[in-house]
C-alpha cells in the first residue's frame, strides 16, 4: 500500500525506494519525443515543485499527456527515486495517475508565467497558486507561530479583545460603521438616524485597536497580548497601509518605557529568527527573485541590538541631514516615512527606536513627562516598511489621564471604564502594537503591502 505523501516530505527525506502517493496540481508539463512527459507537482507544502516521471507504459499515457495542463489537479501512484537530473535529489516514477480536476489552457489565467502584481491582485482567489504567493502565504504563517511561540514561552495570556466595539475611542473619524439600519429607507426619509433603533442600541464600529480593551486585561491577568483583525477607515492610499491588517498588541503591568522598548526589540528579533530558520526556501526565493537584500537585512536585525534615540534627537539628526525632503522636519511634527526611512535606511543602517514624541501628535492614554512637552511614547522604525510598531507607557495617574483627555478634546464620560482601571489598584504599565504586515513588507522585501496579505482592503479595493 502506498502512502500519501505531501512534496516537502517527499523531496526533504523522501523514502527512496517506496511506492508513495503524491497529489497536488500541475505547475508544467515537458513531453519528450522518446515517449514519456515531466510533470512538475506543487501541493502548495514548499516552494520546489515534485519532478513526476510519467512513461507511456502508464495506463491511459496518451489522454493523460493531454489532460495534465497547468493548474490540473492529480493524484500520482508511484516509486519514488533518485534523481538523474540536476537541481532534484528525488523524482516520482508514476505506475498509476488520477486526473481530478482539468484545467483548460486557453482560459486558466496562470498558464502563463511573470503576471505583474497588478494583475494578480485582480485574481486573489488563484494568485495563492504562484510561487511569489505561495511563500509569501508560508512565511505569514510561520510568523503568527512565531509571535504566539514568543508570548507563550514568556506566559503571556493571549486575550480576544472585540471586533465590534461601541466605545467611540481613538480615531472616531477613522472608523467603519457597523450597522443592520436600512440606511437606503432611511435616506429616503431624511429623518434623523435614531441608533437606539439599531442592532446593539447604540453606535457600533469595527476595532481600531484592542489596546484598551487589553489593559483591562493586563490589569488583571497580567501580561498579555492580543493579535486579531484591525480595521481603520482612513483614506491613505499608500504602500505601507490597509483598510484591514493584522496586529499584535501586548500589554504589560509593572513595564516602563524602557521595559516596553526592550520588550518590543527582543520580540522583533525572535519573530524574525524563527522565520529565517523554519523557512529557509521561501527566503532564498525572496533574496533571489524580489530583493537581494532581504537576508542581509533580517540577519542583521536579529544580530544588533537596536539604536535608541529620542524624537528630539532625530529631529536634529534630520534637520542637520543635509537631505531635501518633501514634508518639513521641525520639532512638534509628526516624522513622515520618508524621515523613518533616511534614518533607518541611510543614516544608522538598522533598527531605530525612537521615544518621547511631543505630546500633542500623540494619544491622551500615553504616560506625560514632567517637561509638559513630551509622552512616554515610542516607535520602532525598520529599513523598508518604516514604522513596525507604535506603543508607549501608559498614563496611571486618575488625575493626569482625565486632564490629558480633555486636552484633546475627549469626554471623560465616554471613557469611565478605561478611567476606572486608575480608580482601582493602578499600576504603571505599557504596551505596543504590531502591524503584521508590516514585518512582512520587511521580511519578504516586497513593494506593496496589498501583496503580503490573502485579501487587501484598501479605499475603492476589496475583492471578493
Ligand atoms: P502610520 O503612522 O504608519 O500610519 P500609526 O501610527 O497610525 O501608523 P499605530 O496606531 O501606532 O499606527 O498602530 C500600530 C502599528 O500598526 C503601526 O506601527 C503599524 O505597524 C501598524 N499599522 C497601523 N496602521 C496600519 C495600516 N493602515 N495598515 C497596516 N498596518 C498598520
Ligand atoms: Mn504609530
Known amino acids: 500500500m502506498s502512502q500519501r505523501i505531501k512534496v516537502a516530505a517527499a523531496l526533504k527525506s523522501g523514502p527512496v525506494g517506496t511506492e508513495v ?29 515534485l519532478q513526476v516521471v510519467v512513461d507511456q507504459s502508464v495506463p491511459g499515457y496518451a489522454e493523460f499527456i493531454k489532460l495534465l495542463t497547468t493548474g490540473s489537479s492529480v493524484r500520482v501512484v508511484g516509486e519514488l527515486k533518485t534523481s538523474p537530473a540536476k537541481g532534484q535529489a528525488v523524482e516520482v516514477h508514476a505506475r498509476e495517475l488520477t486526473v481530478y480536476g482539468t484545467a483548460d489552457a486557453e482560459k486558466y489565467p496562470l498558464q502563463k508565467k511573470g503576471h505583474s502584481f497588478e494583475f494578480l491582485r485582480e485574481i486573489a482567489h488563484l494568485r495563492p497558486r504562484t510561487n511569489t504567493f505561495g511563500a509569501i502565504a508560508r512565511v505569514r504563517n510561520e510568523l503568527c507561530s512565531a509571535i504566539h511561540n514568543f508570548f507563550q514561552s514568556r ?35 431624511q429623518v434623523e438616524i435614531d441608533y437606539s433603533q439599531d442592532f446593539f442600541g447604540k453606535r457600533a464600529s469595527l476595532t481600531v485597536s484592542g489596546q484598551l480593551e487589553g489593559e483591562t486585561f493586563a490589569c488583571a491577568v497580567g501580561d498579555c497580548y492580543t493579535f486579531g483583525p484591525t480595521f481603520r477607515a482612513e483614506n491613505s492610499n499608500t504602500t505601507r497601509h490597509l483598510s484591514e491588517f493584522w496586529m499584535v ?40 527573485r524580489i530583493d537581494k537584500t532581504v537576508l542581509e537585512t533580517a540577519e542583521n536585525i536579529v544580530s544588533h541590538d537596536f539604536l535608541r534615540l529620542s524624537y528630539t534627537e532625530a529631529i ?33 543602517k538598522q533598527p531605530v527606536i525612537l521615544y518621547d514624541y511631543p505630546r500633542a501628535i500623540k494619544s491622551f492614554y500615553m504616560r506625560c513627562n514632567d517637561d509638559g512637552k513630551t509622552v512616554r511614547a515610542m516607535d520602532v522604525l525598520v529599513p523598508r ?66 501583496d503580503v496579505i490573502p485579501y487587501p482592503r484598501t479605499p475603492k479595493h476589496a475583492e471578493f
Open 21 to 49: 502517493d503524491v497529489r497536488g496540481w500541475v505547475r508544467t508539463k515537458r513531453e519528450s519525443k522518446q515517449g514519456f512527459a515531466f510533470v512538475e507537482l506543487n501541493d502548495g507544502s514548499s516552494l520546489a515543485n
Open 155 to 189: 506566559g503571556f495570556v493571549y486575550v480576544h479583545t472585540p471586533i465590534i466595539t461601541t466605545s467611540d475611542c481613538e480615531g472616531a473619524g477613522q472608523m467603519f460603521q457597523v450597522t443592520t439600519l436600512d440606511l437606503a429607507r432611511l435616506a429616503q426619509k
Open 249 to 288: 498588541e501586548p500589554e504589560m503591568p509593572f513595564y516602563d518605557l524602557n521595559d516596553n522598548m526592550q520588550l518590543a526589540e527582543d520580540f522583533i528579533r525572535s519573530i524574525l529568527k524563527q522565520v529565517l530558520e523554519k523557512c529557509p526556501e521561501d527566503m532564498k526565493f525572496f533574496a533571489e
Open 316 to 348: 536634529d539628526i534630520l534637520e542637520k541631514s543635509g537631505q531635501t525632503f518633501e514634508f518639513p522636519v521641525k520639532w512638534g511634527l509628526d516624522l513622515q516615512s520618508e524621515h523613518e526611512r533616511y534614518l533607518t535606511e541611510q543614516k544608522f
Open 385 to 450: 516598511a518604516g514604522e513596525i510598531i507604535g506603543g508607549s507607557q501608559r498614563e496611571e495617574r486618575l488625575d493626569v489621564l482625565v486632564a490629558r483627555l480633555q486636552e484633546c478634546g475627549l469626554n471623560p464620560d465616554d471613557y469611565w471604564w478605561y478611567i476606572d482601571l486608575r480608580r482601582y489598584g493602578t499600576v504603571p504599565h505599557a504596551g505596543f502594537g504590531l502591524g503584521l504586515e508590516r514585518v512582512l513588507l520587511l521580511l519578504t522585501g516586497m513593494a506593496n503591502i496589498r
